[in-house]
């Protein structure tokens, strides 16, 4: 059971570039969500999905597009990287009780 | 506006020694209440949950937390610590399904 599964680890843009953070769950859960970790701030929502098809903005969405395709996977795109963006993040996967997350993406934008 | 805090940024304990980290909330009701931890370069472990029932509630590696809703606080607890537990410690709350996470305390264990 792999659980919750993103992809690249790590990842250097130059500013103005786009890429797709990847993340992918196994467990047939419908809500899944993108955070962002930075020192002092603890973990930001950036989009969350409650189901294939329904996605919605959270805490600091700007700069960040993310669809719902398919229950299993939920991409998170950066159109044109800012230094701003360079951060931890991590995809969550949730059923009815507890949250899982991913091992994270280390981005730095320069 | 809801919110979640951890008045603690770091706290620094001696192995063997107790430890306490608090974690207040401001919600309208009750929301359920995690504690997760993540080791340097790693992702987020859960240690507990609280949903409802007993208020103090047990979770993995020895920790444990108790709900007080008089105070709206859900603090972790572990009565000795190990040098693996040098790590650093969010609480985490949700009225839905939209996790609201505290800043996070770092926790060093010196020998």
């Known amino acids: 059971n792999a659980g919750v599964t993103q992809t690249p680890k790590f990842q250097v843009l130059k500013t103005g570039q786009s890429m797709t953070l990847q993340c992918a769950q196994d467990?047939?859960?419908?809500?899944m969500s993108w955070y962002r970790q930075d020192p002092g701030m603890g973990l930001r929502l950036i989009h969350y999905?409650?189901?294939?098809?329904?996605?919605d903005q959270g805490e600091v969405p700007n700069g960040y597009n993310v669809s719902r395709s398919t229950t299993e996977d939920f991409p998170l795109r950066l159109l044109s990287a800012a230094p701003s963006q360079t951060s931890v993040y991590f995809c969550?996967?949730?059923?009815?009780?507890?949250?899982?997350f991913g091992q994270g993406t280390r981005l730095t934008v320069v | 506006a809801q919110s979640v805090t951890q008045p603690d940024i770091h706290i620094t304990v001696s192995e063997g020694a107790s430890l306490e980290l608090r974690c207040n909330y401001s919600?309208?009701?009750?929301?359920?209440l995690f504690w997760y931890v993540q080791s340097p370069g790693q992702g987020l472990q859960l240690l507990l949950k609280?949903?409802?029932?007993?208020?103090l509630v047990q979770g993995i590696k020895g920790f444990e937390a108790e709900f007080k809703r008089s105070q709206s606080s859900f603090n972790l607890r572990k009565p000795s610590v190990h040098w693996s537990d040098a790590a650093e410690y969010f609480c985490?709350?949700?009225?839905?399904?939209?996790?609201?996470f505290g800043a996070g305390t770092t926790v060093t264990v010196r020998a």
């Open positions: 969550a996967s949730r059923g009815n009780s507890e949250a899982f």
């Open positions: 467990m047939n859960h419908e809500y």
């Open positions: 999905s409650v189901g294939a098809g329904i996605t």
């Open positions: 919600y309208g009701a009750t929301p359920y």
């Open positions: 609280y949903f409802s029932g007993d208020t």
């Open positions: 985490a709350v949700t009225p839905d399904y939209k996790l609201s």
